[in-house]
C-alpha cells in the first residue's frame, strides 16, 4: 500500500479504547498534542480487583462520542479539519477494541477522511517521541504494560527488531497479582510503587530470572517466591515485600536493558508502557544510561499509561509509511509488535 502526502498541519484524530481508558486526541503533524483526553475506568473496575471485559465494552460505548467531543472543542477543531482518523485495533480485549474502531470508521466516512488502524504497542513507542522531538533511532525501547513486556531494537522510524518477551507474566501483570496478594488497591503498580517508598529494597533477595541470560524475561516464579515467602513470614513488613518485589523486576528490566543497548549500539535506552510510570524503574533506567553514555527518553507517566496521543501521532506516521487500512479491517485482540 501507497503512503500519503500530509500537509504540514495536518491534525490526526486518535481514539484509544483497548483496555479500561477511553481516550481521544488531536495531534498536529504527529509530533505537537492540541488536546488529550483520558476518561479512565478504574473506579469501575476497582471492587473487581481488574478489569472485567464486558463493563469495560459498556463503558467504552457510554463515554466514547462525549471524550471524542472533549478532545475536538479542546483542540478547536471539528471533524472537517482533520486530516484522518486514527484507532487503535489491536493488542487489547476485543469488546473494548471494538467499540473504538467502530465509532472511528463511522468518523472516518461520515467526514471523508482516511481511517488509519494502529497497533497500541507501537503506540506507546510514539508516546516518547510526542515529548522528545529529536529522539533519534537505533534505539532501544523497554515496553512493560499490564499484557506486554518487550525488548525492541527500534533500527529507523517504523523498522524493528524483537530481541526479547516474557515467557510467562508480564511485568505489570506481575505487579497486578503481587499487589492483590498483599491486599493492595487495583491497579497494583501504582500501589505498590507508593508502598515501596516506605520499605527496604534490599530486605528480601527475590530470585532475578534470566537476569544475564538472552533478552526474555520471566516473572511468574518472582510472583510464586513472593507468595511463598509471605505465607511463610506473616508478619513481614507489607512495605519490605513491596520494595524488595520492586527491585527484582526493576533490576532485571534494566540490567537486560542496557545489555541490549550494548550489543544493539544503540545511542540511547527508552521505557514505555505503563510499568515505566514506577518511580524505581525511571531513577535506575536513568542512571544506568548516565553511566553508559546512552540517552535516556522517559515520557512522563501520562504519557506512559495509555491514552490517544500517542495513538494519532503513531496514525500519522503510519498513514505516510502505509497509506489508509481498509475498513475491512477489523479488531485483531492478539496483534503483535509490528514486524516481530
Ligand atoms: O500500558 P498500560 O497503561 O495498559 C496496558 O496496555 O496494559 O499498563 C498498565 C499496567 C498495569 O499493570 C499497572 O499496574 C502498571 O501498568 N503500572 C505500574 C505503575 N503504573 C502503572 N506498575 C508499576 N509502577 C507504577 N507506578
Ligand atoms: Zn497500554
Redesign the pocket.
Known sequence: MRGLALRPGSRVLGIET????TAAAVVVDGARVASSVVSSQVDLHARFGGVVPELASRAHAELLNPVVAEALLEAGCEGRDLAAVACTVGP?LVGALLVGVSAAKAFALAWRLPFVGVN??EA?LYAAFLEEPDLKPPLVLLL?????TLLVAMVDHLRYRLLGATIDD????A??KV?RFLGLP?????????LAMEGDPTAIAFPRAMRDDGYDFSFSGLKTSVLTYVRNHPDVSSADVAASF?EAVVDVLVAKARRAAREVGANGLCL??????????RERLLDACISDGLRAFIPS?TM???NAAMVAATGWWRLREDGPTPLSVGAQPGLHFPGT
Open positions: 483497548s483496555c479500561d481508558e487489547g497500541h504497542l506507546h512493560a504494560s499490564g499484557g506486554h508480564a511485568a505489570g501483570e505487579f497486578d499487589a487495583y491497579p497494583g503498580g501504582p500501589a505498590i510503587d507508593r520492586q514505555a508502557g505503563g510499568v515505566a510510570a514506577n518511580s524505581a524503574l507517566r506512559c499509561t495509555d
